[in-house]
């Protein structure tokens, strides 16, 4: 089983900084199965950034996915007062598609 | 307009059986590579992936959970049905279900997810 570990664990920040979020993964992962999902306070998660580095639908283009192997890295350029939240990173590769315990974005 | 909304009950009692439906609308579970998946998050703390069920009956359970978890579909109903037996106060969470495309270009990611229902188990 994979496991992956993100860090920070919190990120206290002001809007307009940049937010700089890492995921790790135990083992190689193929760059095409690691997700990355936002989650406000009282909602359901909401799918970021697939396949690494893909925007989903409606992203906004101030989200940004990198990284490979394992070690993967979502940016946000510049936080918006809407950014402040939990992210979790996902790889669906294989079950069990394992999600990492978050970082939460909040203000500084 | 793609949507899920989880169904079932809210408090159930230790060592009881509860199922939780999960009812979409806007695709088919009969789409080659669409799944939908059941993924919990105990109050304030993560997401833990349980389960999915694809277009083809093909099954994946979470390995800590699959003698406790059982999943069913009925497409033609959209919906699709978890079942957790034996629950513990640790089971205590919001249950969320989701899409699951195994295709390009999400590839696995769950793009669309319902609002969540929460459940507790206590005596």
């Known amino acids: 089983e994979i496991v992956l570990t993100q860090s920070p664990g919190t990120l206290s920040l002001s809007p307009g900084e940049r937010a700089t979020l890492s995921c790790r993964a135990s083992q190689m992962l193929s760059s095409s199965y690691l997700a990355w999902y936002q989650q406000k306070s009282g909602q359901a998660p909401r799918l970021l950034i697939y396949g690494a580095s893909n925007r989903a639908t409606g992203i906004p283009d101030r989200f940004s996915g990198s990284g490979s192997g394992t070690d993967f890295t979502l940016t946000i350029s510049s936080l918006e007062p809407e950014d402040f939240a939990v992210y979790f990173c996902q790889h669906n590769g294989a079950s069990p598609f394992t999600f990492g315990p978050g970082t939460k974005v909040d203000v500084k | 307009q793609i949507t899920l909304k989880e169904s079932g009950p809210t408090l159930v009692k230790p060592t009881q059986t509860f199922t939780l439906t999960c009812t979409f609308s806007g695709f088919s579970l009969t789409t080659p590579g669409v799944g939908v998946g059941w993924i919990r998050q105990p109050p304030g703390k993560a997401l833990e992936w349980l389960a999915v069920i694809y277009w083809n009956d093909d099954e994946r359970y979470s390995p800590s959970l699959k003698s406790k978890l059982t999943l069913t579909k009925d497409t033609s109903k959209n919906q699709v049905v978890l079942k957790l037996t034996n629950v513990d106060p640790v089971d205590t969470a919001t249950y969320y279900c989701?899409?699951?495309?195994?295709?390009?270009?999400?590839?696995?990611?769950?793009?669309?997810w319902g609002q969540g229902a929460m459940v507790a188990v206590s005596s």
């Open positions: 989701a899409r699951h495309v195994t295709a390009a270009p999400v590839l696995g990611a769950f793009d669309i």
